[in-house]
């Protein structure tokens, strides 16, 4: 187990070093794009297509293999975010930095699609295309969270300080994230008695869930594509004035 | 004599440019040392690498013949600083901006208007510093160098807009400072006609 | 013991000359509330004047245009030190700075505060806010101001020398806690209830934010110095 344990932690060690994962994320792209699309069809697939009807809301329910784990992916992505920052701020390392920038944009795709398919689901079933329960209204709030990290990223011309400033965004954003979502649960019970979550079944049949499962799998290899990618391009342009940059494209 | 300041092998690189390379120098007790380079030669950025805002060098910096940490948080010099911007709030007047800086704060009334009068600003003392002249406000800029004994005083470029009268008072002020035991590094374009070492720095190096 | 006199000295250098140079420019202390003042007037004309609407609305609309207020107010809070060479004193000090970026947003909280829970209690007549919430509304707001204070101070820091907006949208999420406090101590009040239980949970954000903010304002202050 140990020796797991320090195989794991020299790899994410290694993965600091901006060549080294340059080269590990050109090699693997090709088999994470595969599997991502393999275990996100399947999913889909099998949800979409085969999971039985649900008797009170009918087909419409089956959003929810977009839409759930939209919703837990952009919320593991701010949580990874805030690591990434703290391990930035601590260690100073570079590509903590640089992944919080690549990874900003995915996480708020990923809340804007769970808004999105939020309110295509809540249309059919309560009418309106738009309702304040509290998971939607925290969803919201985490949007803007992403908004504004992304926003100061981009507003700083010096890119290694702008990391160390959406570090910080990003390390005080998970602080509060709890906080912000306990107090609009209570805003919730305070303005509205009768509590309805638009997300949680929690009497789903196995049938449904486990697609829903590896939907959710699904969803996190696209993701570790995704960011693989995205972090790739996002080390080559930062570092293109360092020698290994200019070695490994004049050497081809 | 022992030193107040010592600096080895100072390299320093600013946005993929070498600014300091291989620099050395002592700053003797009483004794001062100015720095002299051209714009863009590295003088501020050795002040303010001593002072502990950039972190990124190679080198050493000895404290008292202590050896300083580089990360600005533990580096505990006590010294006196004036940059480039010398701080003066055009909405106070003479007295209080005096008063409320780093040196003054803790001084009486009549310790301030003293060395008002000892920089040639007694009359103005409580004017709004807005309506002084440049070199006015440098004036004001020396007097707090009085206010308090520091050991070290690191002044980036203290002779710009001066004219003769200034230049005289700086060597004054900074001649009485010496004899109690300060030193001085200071920064400038042209050698200065204080009683101090000289280094230039070219745009890439130290002496 | 020496060192903590002198913190304490700076301290009180750094509150008493903020404090001398807000006073010594009006506009510091006047734009806030006229700025409350113009906001809290927009909602009565974009909504129409119906006394039992606003009434309704009363707590909201001054707690959204308190939020708004001291996040405009705090926004240049350091950037007139950072262009005069003023703040690079702090670090020099030896002191510990977020001691010192503290008294700035005491300094700011004395002086804009004031004039903005003024704006509220005049708002509280023109929106017909119920009677009894009177108290709750200028307790709530002392907190919440402070609180806005700080967070704003860390986004000013952040986004030093850039657009207020964007100081804005970093800020305005991370004050939905204090609203929502805020807000519902207000509705308790309306209510007669107790809302001693918030007023302790806004006191624990407080006790938290006070230190935690300066000190992450501190580091923001830093990045700009690389």
Known sequence: ?252 | MSNILKVKNINCQRSGEVVLQGLNFEVEAGKNVEIIGSNGSGKTTLLRLLLGFINDYDGDIYWNDSKVPSKLQEKDIHCFYQGHQIGIKPLLTVYENLKFSSSGFNSSEEEITSVANKVGIKTFLNRQSANLSAGQKRRIAIGRWLLKDFNLYLIDEPFTTLDDEGVELIKSVVTELNNRGASFLITGHRPSELNSKKIYLDVENGR | MADRDNTLNWFMLVLRRDLTLSFRRSATYITPLIFFLIVVTFFPLALGPSQSLLSSMASGIIWISALLSSLLAVEGIFSEDYRDGTLDQYFVSSEPVFVLIFAKVLCHWLVCGAPIILASIVSSIFLYLPSGALLALIISLLLGTLFMSLLGALGAALSLGKSAILSAIIVLPFSIPTLLMGTAIMSAAINQQDYSGFLMIMGAMLAIGIPGLCLLTVEAILLNYE
């Open chain 1, 1 to 252: 187990m140990n020796r797991v344990w320090s195989r794991i932690k020299n790899w994410l060690i290694a993965m600091g070093s901006p060549p080294l994962f340059y080269r590990w994320a050109t090699s693997s792209l090709a088999w994470l794009a595969l599997l991502a699309f393999l275990v996100l069809s399947s999913g889909l697939i099998w949800g979409i297509g085969f999971s039985p009807t649900d008797y009170k809301q009918g087909d419409v329910y089956r959003i929810i293999y977009i839409h759930v784990p939209s919703a837990i992916l952009a919320e593991s992505i701010y949580i990874l975010m805030a690591v990434s920052g703290f391990i930035s701020m601590v260690w100073r390392a570079k590509i903590a930095g640089m992944l919080i920038n690549s990874a900003a944009p995915l996480g708020a795709g990923f809340t804007l699609v769970a808004l999105v398919t939020g309110s295509i689901w809540g249309k059919p079933t309560w009418g309106t295309w738009w309702v304040w329960d509290a998971r939607l209204t925290s969803t919201l709030i985490l949007f803007f969270l992403y908004a504004a990290i992304i926003g100061l990223h981009s507003s700083i011309e010096n890119k290694t300080k702008a990391d160390r400033a959406v570090s910080i965004l990003a390390v005080l954003g998970v602080v509060i994230v709890p906080i912000i979502k306990k107090s609009v649960d209570w805003w919730q019970t305070l303005h509205q008695p009768s509590t309805f979550t638009l997300t949680s079944s929690p009497s789903m049949a196995p049938e449904m869930y486990q697609p829903l499962l590896v939907c959710v799998l699904g969803f996190y290899c696209l993701f570790v594509f995704m960011l693989s990618n995205s972090l790739r391009g996002e080390i080559i342009s930062r570092e293109r004035d360092k020698a290994w940059v200019k070695k490994q494209f004049f050497k081809q």
